[in-house]
């Protein structure tokens, strides 16, 4: 008798600890989902910040770039164009620009330089070419690119081509004595997120 109550009570701590270690279990794996949870939540929150950082990053470097451009583009000179008449050497398409601009000095000439701004597969680049009748520049062509990921580049321009006509937008400026009064620069890009209103620039020497 005394036996089997020893037996019996031996057998109920048994089934009590196997039901604590059960319970147990049970908290465990809650806790687990719960970590999880926020694991999970904490990294999606990592990543949406990282791609917004990502994103301004990229929005603010188009939008230094795209002013630089429009310093440059801005800075052209009226120069007349060599053994061609009173025409100046400023070739505007709808595709690319050549212009004559003035170098500040630093990694390059100073004074008057030729300037090309073109795309170039994905990258929008500027070249430096040297201007009608001058001599090569000592360091070759020089190219650099200003924005990557660019998918269209487009230019248009606003100005009277001959007296006594009106001023009107269009796609080339091309074999005239002066310069346009405004050059339109459309640059779109890969990512729509970086995408900027068209760039208006006003000449200043015409």
């Given at each position: 008798m005394v036996r089997n109550a020893t037996i019996l009570r031996l057998r109920r701590r048994r089934a009590a600890e196997a039901g604590v270690t059960l319970v147990e279990l049970l908290i465990s794996m809650v806790l687990l989902v719960v970590i999880t949870g926020f694991l999970v939540g904490g990294i999606a929150l990592g990543r949406r910040g990282y791609v917004a950082d990502h994103a301004s990053s990229a929005d603010g470097e188009t939008v230094t770039a795209l002013d630089a451009l429009g310093g440059l583009v801005s800075a052209?000179?009226?120069t007349q164009a060599e053994?061609?008449?009173p025409r100046v050497a400023f070739d505007g398409r709808s595709d690319a620009l050549d212009f004559v601009g003035l170098?500040?000095?630093?990694?390059?000439?100073?004074?008057?330089l030729g300037f090309r701004i073109r795309r170039n597969g994905t990258n929008l680049e500027v070249e430096v070419i040297p201007p009608p009748g001058a001599a090569p520049l000592p360091q070759g062509q020089v190219s650099n690119v200003v924005l990557r990921a660019v998918s269209e580049l487009r230019f248009s321009y606003f100005?009277?081509?001959a007296a006594g006509t009106p001023a009107v937008w269009?796609?080339?400026w091309l074999s005239a004595d002066h310069?346009?009064?405004l050059v339109r620069i459309s640059v779109e890009f890969a990512?729509?997120?970086r995408?900027?209103?068209?760039?208006v620039v006003a000449l200043r020497q015409r």
């Amino acid at each position: 008798m005394v036996r089997n109550a020893t037996i019996l009570r031996l057998r109920r701590r048994r089934a009590a600890e196997a039901g604590v270690t059960l319970v147990e279990l049970l908290i465990s794996m809650v806790l687990l989902v719960v970590i999880t949870g926020f694991l999970v939540g904490g990294i999606a929150l990592g990543r949406r910040g990282y791609v917004a950082d990502h994103a301004s990053s990229a929005d603010g470097e188009t939008v230094t770039a795209l002013d630089a451009l429009g310093g440059l583009v801005s800075a052209a000179l009226p120069t007349q164009a060599e053994k061609i008449g009173p025409r100046v050497a400023f070739d505007g398409r709808s595709d690319a620009l050549d212009f004559v601009g003035l170098s500040a000095g630093h990694a390059l000439p100073g004074g008057p330089l030729g300037f090309r701004i073109r795309r170039n597969g994905t990258n929008l680049e500027v070249e430096v070419i040297p201007p009608p009748g001058a001599a090569p520049l000592p360091q070759g062509q020089v190219s650099n690119v200003v924005l990557r990921a660019v998918s269209e580049l487009r230019f248009s321009y606003f100005g009277a081509m001959a007296a006594g006509t009106p001023a009107v937008w269009q796609n080339e400026w091309l074999s005239a004595d002066h310069l346009p009064a405004l050059v339109r620069i459309s640059v779109e890009f890969a990512d729509s997120r970086r995408e900027r209103p068209p760039l208006v620039v006003a000449l200043r020497q015409r």
